[in-house]
């Protein structure tokens, strides 16, 4: 073997491994992401950058994604490909390059150890591979956070400057990691490395933006996503959710709750991790001060969103997790490298012990898999990869079929990703995330909500006239099943049985002529 290979090769293994634990579940595709394929496949099929055909709305947060999957499948079957498949295959890359990038990045801090012990620990991580499985653009993100920051380190400004303005197109709260890093490069990094700001580092960053933000005003007739808006004023919360979801977040990284129990776990989470964090925090603001963003990113993000206070989607927990696992990590190689060197008058570890650190945490997250699921392909996979609303869903959409075939019209519903992806039909999306008449009838009263965060506004409904409707009852029991105009109007034609969200099963509707 070359000896310019050689040194490569432990790399590589680490890619295969995240790549082929990302292959071996197969699809467990999220409803988030048949919006995506929806508007790639729409573009392939001559439609416009659309989710309705012929009403332009932005109702994805990930054009990027969306143009990237609109590529991959341009030769893989254009509008007719395999979105799901192709989504997995990329992102299972993605993650692939991603641990690679954590052991480098860690590597560049002097804690190659620590880089090691993420990168294995990322390549298992569920809340890595759940997204990847799932068809979202988690891992596109992740890979371009992290890319951003390891090119930062290295001193390779014009990549880490595309790599943020591309992450800014893949999600908007990337801005919360690209924001410090410009904000270091503008004010401190010149002077404290010495190398000035570069035309091809500045058009690095803001081309990609440029293009879409011209595009988009033209297109859209605004750069912001409706999705965002709608979002904002969709769901009824506890002002304090946010917050303490992320608490819990910070406190298990490992999932260690599946071995200890969420109580035991939390409790111990809360005051050891910080203060691994806090370790590393004090060593390397003095040694590397440029990796001072990546530091802050993980509370910067945490924070924003408890102000915010949104419905936290699974996948909004990951993008600050590859950081805080990495420097979490650093902080235990600092602490057990000082102690065991104090007590044994500066001998290094022996290598059984750096061996079992490097793995514990890669097999701490590893108890979060199931070898069978009970629903969906029964192979490996994690137990948080959970879909069995989107199977749910997928089957209305096959009931409903025949129904559509015979009487073409609108579908309303709140969940409207693998209904639309799989019914082609008109949506009407009850929370405005594609609809943007349905915001005039938010925020809803609380009359409305009858134990999950949503429901569908009666009004919208009685003055749109769709169709078809499909909903969890949980959506509709305080309001639409209590209104004697719809009930009027609109006959239930099915019930799937379910008791998703605590739901009396899923209803579909029919209007009545």
């Known amino acids: 073997m070359s000896r310019h290979i050689r040194p490569l090769l432990p790399l590589l293994l680490l890619a295969l491994l995240a790549f082929g634990l990302r292959l071996l579940p197969g699809g467990r595709t999220i409803d988030d992401a048949y919006i995506t394929f929806r508007y790639s496949r729409n573009l392939l099929a001559g439609e416009g950058f659309v989710y309705n055909p012929g009403e332009r709305v932005q109702g994805t947060t990930t054009p990027l994604f969306a143009l990237l999957m609109a590529g991959l499948a341009a030769p893989l079957g254009g509008s007719d490909a395999n979105f799901p498949a192709i989504a997995l295959t990329f992102s299972a890359l993605a993650d692939a390059a991603t641990c690679v990038l954590l052991v480098l990045l860690a590597r560049k801090l002097g804690f190659a150890a620590a880089g090691w012990a993420a990168g294995l620990a990322w390549a298992v991580a569920p809340y890595s ?22 090119a930062y380190l290295y001193m390779n400004y014009p990549l880490a400057a595309l790599a943020a303005g591309l992450a800014l197109l893949a999600r908007p709260d990337t801005l919360l990691l690209v924001a ?47 999705s965002v808006a709608a979002k904002s004023e969709a769901y009824l919360l506890n002002p304090a959710a946010a917050l303490i979801r992320f608490m819990q977040h910070y406190a298990t990284p490992f999932m260690e709750d599946a071995w200890l129990g969420p109580k035991v776990a939390i409790g111990m989470g809360l005051i050891l991790y910080p203060s691994l964090f806090g370790i590393v925090t004090m060593r390397l603001l003095k040694d590397q001060r440029a990796a001072w963003p990546l530091l802050a990113y993980p509370w910067l993000y945490a924070a924003i969103f408890a102000i915010a206070n949104p419905l936290i989607f699974r996948w909004y927990l990951t993008p600050p997790l590859p950081y805080y696992i990495l420097f979490v990590l650093v902080g235990a190689q600092v602490l057990v490298g000082d102690l065991w060197r104090a007590a044994r008058k500066g001998r290094p570890l022996p290598r059984p012990i750096v061996a079992a650190l490097l793995l514990l945490p890669a097999l701490l997250l590893a108890r979060s898999w199931t070898l069978a699921p009970d629903h969906g392909p029964t192979r490996p996979a994690p137990e948080m990869a959970w879909y069995k609303l989107e199977l749910l869903y997928t089957q209305a959409a096959a009931r409903l079929a025949p129904r559509l075939a015979a009487e073409p019209g609108t579908l309303a519903a709140g969940d409207v990703g693998a209904l639309g992806y799989f019914t082609g039909a008109p949506i009407l999306d009850t929370v405005g995330l594609m609809s943007p008449q349905a915001a005039a009838y938010y925020p809803l009263s609380p009359d409305l909500i009858a134990g999950f965060a949503i429901a569908i506004p009666p009004q919208l409904i009685l003055e749109e006239r769709p169709r078809y409707i499909i909903a969890l009852e949980i959506y509709v029991r305080n309001g639409l099943m209590k209104n004697e105009e719809f009930l009027a109007h609109y006959e239930l034609v099915e019930v799937l049985p379910t008791d998703i969200y605590g739901s009396d099963g899923m209803l579909i509707f029919e209007r009545r002529e």
Do not use: N
Request: avoid cysteine.
């Open 129 to 150: 591979v759940t997204f990847a499985i799932g068809g979202m653009e988690t891992s596109l993100v992740v890979l371009l956070l992290v890319g951003a920051g390891a």
């Open 180 to 226: 410090p890093l410009a904000l270091d490069r503008l004010l401190f990094d010149v002077r404290r490395r010495g190398v000035r700001l570069s035309a091809q580092e500045v058009v690095a960053f803001l081309l990609p933006g440029a293009l879409w933000g011209a595009f988009a005003w033209v297109y859209f007739g605004t750069p912001i996503p409706q």
